[in-house]
Structure formats: structure tokens, C-alpha cells
């Protein structure tokens, strides 16, 4: 049996990205009430904003409830099914680098990159050596993201050299509860180190 999609979390990702949601619905007579109101206002990132109601909706469009709910259904599934050929246009690429050392950070941002490195590989970075103390590092971890027209890449460096075995003994311990994921976030390796008793 397959689960119903909650409604208010279909908006939500529709809101989540209203350039998509235009390109794909713009030329489309049906939508362009439902359309207009959700492009009207940055409902998703703006803080001083919430997030619409569907009788808000309804109100607003002088749609009926379940126009509105329906509309929302059929957007959501055009823009995630194979057959209806829609593509996404995230073009801009943007790639951040998040440096972390001993109470020390640093960001800087690339545009692009011919090859981007991958977890585990060492870096060089002599331009931050003043800001950083340092200039060698390790890629962590990289996530990648998407936002508007855009997709981000976060690469998160951290010091020294790459070493599997303390990276195969950290998600070991985050899986049998030794470490919880906010120590990795909040921690420094020594005190994570310290926490499981590794010297």
C-alpha cells in the first residue's frame, strides 16, 4: 500500500523551490492563480513569513479548497515523474570551502572547479596559512545541495593528513552511540579522541 503524501509538506517543497516551480508551470493557463500566489512572496526563506494555509491559499486565489489541494498534488507530481520529461535547471554552481583548526575558521568560494577533490584527499592551502596557522588539510565530508537556480557544494576541510583508520573508528562509534553526531559537530578531534579513550 502506498502512503499518502502530506499535503502541507508537497507545498513546502514546492516552496522550497519557486524558480523550478516557474519554469516548469509558467506557460500553463490552469496554474497561473496557484502560481502567482506562491512566486508572490519568499514564503520558504523568509523568517517573517508563514508558511500559507490552504484556506490562506483559497482566500488569496479565489480558488476552491479542493482546486487548491489538487493543483498542489498534480504540481508536485509533473515535477517528480519520468514521463512528463520535466528537467530541473540548477546551472549556477557555487563551491564553498569550510576550513576548521583549533578554534580557528575560514570560507572561501569558488565558482567553479575543473576537478573537484573527494573525502579523503589532501589539500594544500597556502593562501589561509595566516588566518588558519596551517595549510594542510583533508576533505571531511561534501555535501551537495539545491537552491533556486543553484547548486552548492559545501566541501568541509579539516586539518592534517587524511587517516582512515580514525575516520573508520569515528563513524564506528556514531553507530554503536559512543559519540552522538552533534560531538562531531561540536567537538575538536582530541576531545572526541578523549571521549573514547584513544591517546
Known sequence: MEDKISIKRTLLDLLAIPEQVSIAFDDNPRYQKLLSFLLSKDFYNDDNLSIPTLKEIEAETGLKS??????????????????????????????????????????FKCKKMECLPRVGENITIPFLKAKMGRDYFYVEDIRHSFEGKKH???VHLS???FNLY??????????????????LINLYEFQIKDKLGID
Open 152 to 154: 552548492i557544494i559545501d
Open 66 to 107: 479542493y482546486h487548491v489541494r489538487k493543483q498542489i498534488e498534480e504540481m508536485y507530481e509533473y515535477l517528480y515523474d519520468y514521463e512528463s520529461g520535466f528537467e530541473f535547471q540548477f546551472g549556477k554552481l557555487e563551491i564553498f570551502f569550510w576550513l576548521n583548526s583549533n578554534k580557528k575558521s575560514a570560507c
Open 159 to 161: 586539518p592534517g593528513i
Open 166 to 183: 580514525w575516520n573508520y573508528r569515528k563513524h564506528k562509534a556514531l553507530e554503536l552511540g559512543e559519540i552522538s553526531y552533534m560531538d
